[in-house]
């Protein structure tokens, strides 16, 4: 087993990755390689982990909303789509044997755990993977204001910002300006006061007030979960 960097992370995972090249709804093949991403990643590091899945591969809120449709329902509604993916990811990861937990933050008993702060440290130190359900349970608070409240919450040394084929922060758009360059490292306030779209104002503010870092990766590059835990850089480093 490697030397630890961290001894427990929040694993923060889109909804459009589990998507795969469908675009949308859920694809076997990528709930699959994230279990497997997280299997390897545990098994050589040791760290305790915990996951905070998004819902827009099924349901966006904003959309709704766009629509005419009230937008605390909507956000609701997009808090039960991130139950469906979470419920698919620990199907998923059992089926690679690996000791799974659903928590949700809005009651729903017959099918995960309430969010109850002191269980989840308990199965995470029993080295079970937890994976954070239906968000804060609050409307107008993103998946990303989650990842970073369960952060406090867990006591977790770091948050690592899934993304879907993009590998770190970028000065620019990557897709509109292909001299866009990759940011190695960058500070919180920078983020902020370049606008640049890693995660949401509040969730970004949160851990810059209780310095927890958020290393930017992209999933899709086979091991970085492993490499990040084992101390190599990849991606993009926000801290102070």
């Known amino acids: 087993m490697a030397k630890q960097r961290f001894k427990r992370v929040i694993l923060k995972i889109s909804g459009e990755s589990l998507s795969g090249s469908k675009g949308y709804g859920i694809d076997t093949t990528a709930t699959q390689y994230v279990a497997q991403e997280v299997q390897t990643a545990i098994n050589a590091s040791g760290v305790q982990l915990a996951i905070v899945v998004g ?37 998923a990861m059992e089926r690679q044997g690996i000791d799974t937990r659903t928590q949700t933050a809005i009651s729903i008993q017959a099918i995960a755990e309430p969010y109850i702060r002191r269980r989840a440290i308990r199965h995470l130190e029993k080295g ?27 006591d977790a040394d770091a948050i690592l910002m899934a993304k879907n084929n993009v590998d770190g922060v970028y000065d620019d758009d ?34 810059m007030d209780h310095n927890i870092p958020i290393i930017v990766f992209n999933l899709f590059n086979p091991n970085s979960i492993t490499q990040i835990l084992e101390g190599k850089v990849l991606g993009t480093l926000i801290s102070n």
């Open 128 to 154: 079970r993977v937890v994976i954070f359900g239906a968000g804060t349970g609050n409307p107008y608070m993103t998946t990303d204001t989650t990842a970073s409240l369960r952060a406090l919450e867990m």
């Open 174 to 207: 990557p897709n509109k300006n292909p001299n866009a360059k990759k940011l190695g490292k960058i500070e919180y306030l920078d983020v902020l006061n370049r606008h640049l779209e890693v995660m949401d104002s509040s969730a970004l503010t949160l851990c």
């Open 55 to 91: 819902g827009g591969n099924i349901w966006r809120g904003g959309d709704a909303e766009s629509q005419g449709m009230d937008r605390a329902t909507a956000d609701y509604a997009g808090m039960l789509a991130t139950l469906i993916n979470a419920l698919s990811l620990q199907d």
